[in-house]
């Protein structure tokens, strides 16, 4: 980024070096300016991402039902709902003296063995062994031909 400043001023220096697939006689302006779509494109993905990252799920009702004395901190003094909500935490201002805006709980999966065998994704080898597979911590259902018998579990979230 001190780089991307310092050519911003226009005090770019020859440590610059000139892309492998131009001639080296590429002036010193070009290469700067070069550095300078580099830097701009930096920036714009690191805005990209930021945007992205603000778009965090809300937690559901019951990730949310955490006894008050258990809650731990997740925004900041005076924060609103809306802005608490958007960074994923859960909000309720009923209770005085303990945080607004906590964290919720953890969202509980468990991991099944997928009951469609077109869906199932390999995690052994031909001719693998049942043990063997569930070994390797695979489920393994020796139908139908043709799909694969060692295969991975699914994960899926569980109500509350």
């Known amino acids: 980024m001190e780089q991307c400043y310092q050519t911003s001023l226009g005090k770019h220096k020859e440590r610059i070096k000139p892309a492998a697939s131009r001639e080296s006689s590429t002036s010193p302006l070009a290469r700067a300016m070069d550095l300078k779509v580099l830097c701009a494109l930096s920036v714009t993905l690191l805005v990209a991402l930021s945007t992205l990252a603000e778009g965090i799920a809300p937690p559901t009702k019951c990730q949310c039902k955490v006894v008050p004395r258990e809650r731990t901190n997740c925004g900041y003094p005076g924060i609103s709902a809306a802005e608490c909500r958007k960074i994923g935490c859960c909000f309720n201002a009923s209770v005085p003296s303990v945080p607004w805006c906590y ?5 509980k999966v468990r991991k099944v063995c997928p009951n469609d065998p077109y869906t199932r994704i390999n995690c052994g ?7 063997e597979c569930t070994r390797k911590g695979c489920c393994f259902r020796a139908h139908p031909a043709g799909v694969p018998w060692c295969f991975y579990h699914r994960v899926v979230e569980e109500a509350c």
């Open 103 to 107: 964290n919720p709980k953890p969202k």
């Open 125 to 131: 080898h031909p001719g693998i062994k049942p043990r």
